[in-house]
Structure formats: structure tokens, C-alpha cells
């Protein structure tokens, strides 16, 4: 590769970081879930980036001690609450400024045979994956079609489009986030207010923990998620996969039943959240209620 093609390269990339930069600087982002993996690096990306942030966590010691660390507004944060969610928005409100961007990132993923599932680990996955997206958009779009602006980024996963054995009530969970921001969106947008939705692939945290991923069911670091929050607050869209080249999952749901079959068996797909190592798992499961 030549020195001129390195420079131009160089060049493009230092516009967009600055058009990128230029987007969001100022701007006030309070992100749930914020005190661990994908939650606590989009905090940094976007403080890197010039915006003025504050997380929410419903783990108050660990979100206290992040914030710290980062040098920003932390605030307890159960995403189930309508009460807890009003008084967090007020609260970064307060310390920080009216929310022009909210990013719902809260959640919980368990993983193994749907007849093993308690009925509370399926009710706190619905009540954290979902409702507290539904309930968290609710209480910032009120505040912010009064402004007349704003912006509410969901965060789903790739597994709202992929259904997979061992992973039931999350892929219920998630695609009813899809479909929920998309609608939303359509609602809001003449009046001022995005919704978006950033679909993760498997991301290196503490969800994956003990399980294997292949070709089909791909795993990357919390940055990729993080700089594409960045670009979706930059330049709102609809639904965008992390990473971008993801987004062939918007295809699969029309794909035909035999078809998705065959892949979920030649990828070995459909064993990877139905056994994951319950040695490497244990931690996570206990966080959330699953051991």
C-alpha cells in the first residue's frame, strides 16, 4: 500500500472521528445498565467523544464506583420501576442537564432449555430486556417531546432476529425491542424525537461467559458496540447492527423454515445456548438468578 493511500486513509478517518466528535459533543446521554461491559464502555466512548454522561445501575456500589472512575453522574437505577426510571432521569437532570439522548442498554441474557427456566428468571428477563426499555422510553419521550427534541437509542441484539435454541425468552425479549423502537420511531419522529435501535452481535461480556461461538454466531469486543451507539447518536437510523456487517440478520426472518434449519445444524447454532460450560458460567448465573 502506497504513502499517498495511507495518508488519505489517515485523513478520512480524522474527518469522520471530527464529524463524529462534532455530533455529540455537549450533548447530555444518561445509558442504563451502566456500571459493566457494553453500558460502561459506551459511557467512555461518548465522554471521549465531548458528551456530558451520567449511567444508571441497579447495582449502586458498582455504578458508584464506575462513575467515579470515569469521572461522571452515577445514579441507582432499577429500569423496572416507572418510579426508579422518573427519578433517575430527574436526577441526571439536576446534576447534569435536561437527557438528550437516552440509551436503554439494561439487560439480562440466559441461555439453556426453555422447560428449565423459572418462572422468575422468564418474568425479571421480560420485565429488565423489555419492559424496562418500554418503561424508560415512555418516561424520556415525555420529557423530551415537551422539549420538542431528543433521541432514545435501544439496545437489542442480533438475537431478536436469530431465533435459537437455548436462547427463547431472550430472543423474545429482543425482538420485541426491535419491533417496539421501530414503531416508536414512526410515532415520535414528526415531532421532534428518534428512536434507534443498535443490534449487538455477542459481545465479550459477562453474557457470553461459557459459551462457544462459530462463523454464524460471532462474538466482538465492547468498543465495536460502543463506536456504533456513537455513529447512531451521530446520524440517527432505525436499526443498525454492531457490527454493521451484521445486518444480513434483517434478512433471516424471511428465510424459509427448512432453510433456517439447516443452518442452525451445519453451523452448530442450535447447541451453542442449550450447553454452555456451567464451570465458566457460574458467576453470571448467579448474578441474575439463574444458579
Not at 236 to 256: C, D, E
Amino acid at each position: 500500500m502506497s504513502l499517498t493511500t495511507l495518508l488519505s486513509r489517515s485523513a478520512r478517518a480524522e474527518a469522520r472521528r471530527l464529524r463524529l466528535r462534532r455530533a455529540v459533543a455537549g450533548k447530555i446521554v444518561a445509558i442504563t445498565g451502566g456500571a459493566r461491559g457494553i453500558g460502561l464502555e459506551v459511557a467512555a466512548e461518548l465522554l471521549d467523544a465531548g458528551a456530558r454522561v451520567a449511567i444508571g445501575d441497579i447495582d449502586a456500589d458498582a455504578v458508584g464506583k464506575a462513575a467515579a472512575d470515569l469521572g461522571i453522574e452515577g445514579v441507582a437505577l432499577d429500569v423496572t420501576d416507572r418510579a426508579s426510571f422518573e427519578s433517575f432521569l430527574a436526577e441526571v437532570a439536576a446534576r447534569v442537564g435536561p437527557v438528550d439522548v437516552l440509551v436503554n442498554n439494561a439487560g439480562i441474557m440466559p441461555v439453556g432449555p426453555f422447560t428449565g427456566y423459572r418462572e422468575s428468571l422468564i418474568r425479571a428477563t421480560l420485565d429488565i430486556d423489555l419492559l424496562g426499555v418500554i418503561l424508560g422510553s415512555q418516561v424520556a419521550a415525555e420529557t423530551m417531546l415537551a422539549r420538542g427534541q431528543g433521541h432514545i437509542v435501544n439496545i437489542a441484539s442480533v438475537a431478536g432476529r436469530l431465533p435459537t435454541p437455548g436462547l427463547t425468552v431472550y430472543n423474545a425479549a429482543k425482538a420485541g425491542v426491535i419491533e417496539f423502537s421501530e414503531a416508536l420511531d414512526s410515532e415520535l419522529a414528526g415531532r421532534g424525537v428518534r428512536v434507534s435501535t443498535v443490534m449487538p452481535t455477542f459481545t465479550n461480556t459477562g453474557l457470553i461467559d461459557g459459551l462457544a461461538t462459530n462463523a454464524m454466531v460471532t462474538s466482538v469486543d465492547t468498543e465495536v458496540v460502543a463506536r456504533q451507539v456513537l455513529e447512531t447518536i451521530a446520524g440517527a437510523r432505525v436499526r443498525v447492527a454492531a457490527p454493521r456487517s451484521m445486518g444480513w440478520v434483517n434478512a433471516y426472518p424471511i428465510l424459509p423454515r427448512p432453510l433456517k434449519r439447516a443452518l442452525l445444524r451445519t453451523t452448530g447454532s442450535g447447541e451453542i445456548f442449550l450447553n454452555p460450560d456451567p464451570d465458566s458460567r457460574s458467576a453470571y448465573n448467579r448474578r441474575i438468578g439463574q444458579s
